[in-house]
C-alpha cells in the first residue's frame, strides 16, 4: 500500500491515466493525495472531477482556487473567465452529486507528519490554528449558508493575519493563504499578484514555506498552485505544480519514501498569455 500526492490536474485527465500506469496505481490498495485545482482550464475537468470523486475514500483532496472558483459559478455568484472550461461539468447530469462532493473537500489534510494545503499557511498559524482555520470553512462550505461563503471569499484584503480577524474577514485570509499565496512581503502580508520565479522575486519577499510557524518544524509539507516554481522537493517540503496545464510535466509524491514520479502533458497545452 503506498499513498501518492498528485500536482495540480486542472482537466488534464488524459496525462493523470499516464501517471497512474506509471507509478502502477493499484485502486484497491493505494491511495492518491490531491493538492487541489482539479479542474479548469485543461480540457477535461468533467473527467477529472469524476474519476476523483468515483474513487471514494482512496482519495483525499484539498480545495484549490479553480475549484472554489467552479462552486461560486455553480452558484451563480461569479461568471466563468474566458479561459474558463468548466461548461462540461456545469452541464452533466450528476453535476449536483459532483459539486456537492467538492464542495465537501477540505481545505487542509494532515496525517501524522504529512500536510497537504493547496497553496500555503501564514507563519503565525501554528500546526493547531492552521487545522482550526480549515475546519471553520469547510463547516461554512458544508453548511446551510454555503452561498454566503461563496459570496464574500473573493477580494485581496484583510492580508495581514490578526487574531482578531474574525467572521468573513477571518474565513477570506484564510481562503486566500490556502489556496492563492505564493508569497509574502517583509510584514509577513500575503502578497496576491506575484506569479513568477523565485529569482525574480523583489527585495524582502519570500515563498511562504521558508517562513513556517515552529510547529511544522518536523513536518512535511505537499503543496501545489505555483506552476512557475514547478518541481521543488527538499526534505520538509513538496511543490509537485509543475506546469501541466501549461505544456510541462504532471508530478507524483510516494509519500512513504519521497521518491517523485512525472510524466509529460499529453494534452494540448495551453497558449502563452493564458492565465
Given at each position: 500500500?503506498?499513498?501518492?500526492?498528485?500536482?495540480?490536474?486542472?482537466?488534464?485527465?488524459?496525462?493523470?491515466?499516464?501517471?497512474?500506469?506509471?507509478?502502477?496505481?493499484?485502486?484497491?490498495?493505494?491511495?492518491?493525495?490531491?493538492?487541489?485545482?482539479?479542474?479548469?482550464?485543461?480540457?477535461?475537468?468533467?473527467?477529472?472531477?469524476?474519476?476523483?470523486?468515483?474513487?471514494?475514500?482512496?482519495?483525499?483532496?484539498?480545495?484549490?482556487?479553480?475549484?472554489?472558483?467552479?462552486?461560486?459559478?455553480?452558484?451563480?455568484?461569479?461568471?466563468?473567465?474566458?479561459?474558463?472550461?468548466?461548461?462540461?461539468?456545469?452541464e452533466a447530469p450528476d453535476r449536483v452529486q459532483l459539486?456537492?462532493?467538492?464542495?465537501?473537500?477540505?481545505?487542509?489534510?494532515?496525517?501524522?507528519?504529512?500536510?497537504?494545503?493547496?497553496?500555503?499557511?501564514?507563519?503565525?498559524?501554528?500546526?493547531?490554528?492552521?487545522?482550526?482555520?480549515?475546519?471553520?470553512?469547510?463547516?461554512?462550505?458544508?453548511?446551510?449558508?454555503?452561498?454566503?461563503?461563496?459570496?464574500?471569499?473573493?477580494g485581496n484584503e484583510p492580508a495581514m493575519w490578526s487574531?482578531?480577524?474574525?467572521?468573513?474577514?477571518?474565513?477570506?485570509?484564510?481562503?486566500?493563504?490556502?489556496?492563492?499565496?505564493?508569497?509574502?512581503?517583509?510584514?509577513?502580508?500575503?502578497?496576491?499578484?506575484?506569479?513568477?520565479?523565485?529569482?525574480?522575486?523583489?527585495?524582502?519577499?519570500?515563498?511562504?514555506?521558508?517562513?513556517?510557524?515552529?510547529?511544522?518544524?518536523?513536518?512535511?509539507?505537499?503543496?501545489?498552485?505555483?506552476?512557475?516554481?514547478?518541481?521543488?522537493?527538499?526534505?520538509?517540503?513538496?511543490?509537485?505544480?509543475?506546469?501541466?496545464?501549461?505544456?510541462?510535466?504532471?508530478?507524483a509524491c510516494r509519500l512513504e519514501d519521497r521518491t517523485?514520479?512525472?510524466?509529460?502533458?499529453?494534452?494540448?497545452?495551453?497558449?502563452?498569455?493564458?492565465?
Amino acid at each position: 500500500m503506498a499513498t501518492y500526492a498528485i500536482g495540480d490536474l486542472q482537466g488534464c485527465f488524459a496525462t493523470l491515466q499516464v501517471l497512474l500506469d506509471k507509478i502502477d496505481f493499484n485502486r484497491a490498495k493505494d491511495r492518491l493525495w490531491f493538492v487541489g485545482d482539479l479542474v479548469n482550464r485543461g480540457p477535461a475537468s468533467l473527467e477529472c472531477l469524476r474519476f476523483v470523486v468515483g474513487l471514494g475514500d482512496r482519495a483525499i483532496t484539498v480545495l484549490g482556487n479553480h475549484d472554489l472558483h467552479l462552486l461560486a459559478v455553480s452558484e451563480g455568484l461569479a461568471r466563468q473567465g474566458k479561459h474558463d472550461t468548466l461548461g462540461p461539468i456545469l452541464e452533466a447530469p450528476d453535476r449536483v452529486q459532483l459539486l456537492t462532493a467538492l464542495r465537501h473537500s477540505r481545505m487542509l489534510h494532515v496525517d501524522g507528519d504529512n500536510v497537504m494545503v493547496h497553496a500555503g499557511l501564514l507563519p503565525q498559524w501554528s500546526l493547531g490554528l492552521s487545522q482550526q482555520l480549515a475546519g471553520e470553512v469547510e463547516d461554512a462550505l458544508r453548511g446551510p449558508g454555503y452561498r454566503d461563503l461563496l459570496a464574500g471569499m473573493y477580494g485581496n484584503e484583510p492580508a495581514m493575519w490578526s487574531d482578531r480577524l474574525n467572521g468573513m474577514d477571518r474565513h477570506r485570509i484564510t481562503i486566500n493563504a490556502m489556496t492563492r499565496m505564493r508569497v509574502l512581503n517583509e510584514r509577513n502580508e500575503l502578497d496576491l499578484k506575484f506569479k513568477g520565479e523565485i529569482e525574480d522575486l523583489p527585495p524582502g519577499f519570500s515563498p511562504w514555506f521558508e517562513r513556517r510557524h515552529a510547529s511544522f518544524a518536523e513536518k512535511f509539507i505537499v503543496a501545489g498552485h505555483w506552476s512557475a516554481l514547478g518541481l521543488r522537493v527538499t526534505s520538509h517540503f513538496a511543490g509537485l505544480d509543475s506546469g501541466c496545464v501549461w505544456g510541462r510535466e504532471l508530478t507524483a509524491c510516494r509519500l512513504e519514501d519521497r521518491t517523485v514520479f512525472q510524466v509529460p502533458c499529453a494534452e494540448t497545452a495551453l497558449p502563452k498569455g493564458w492565465d
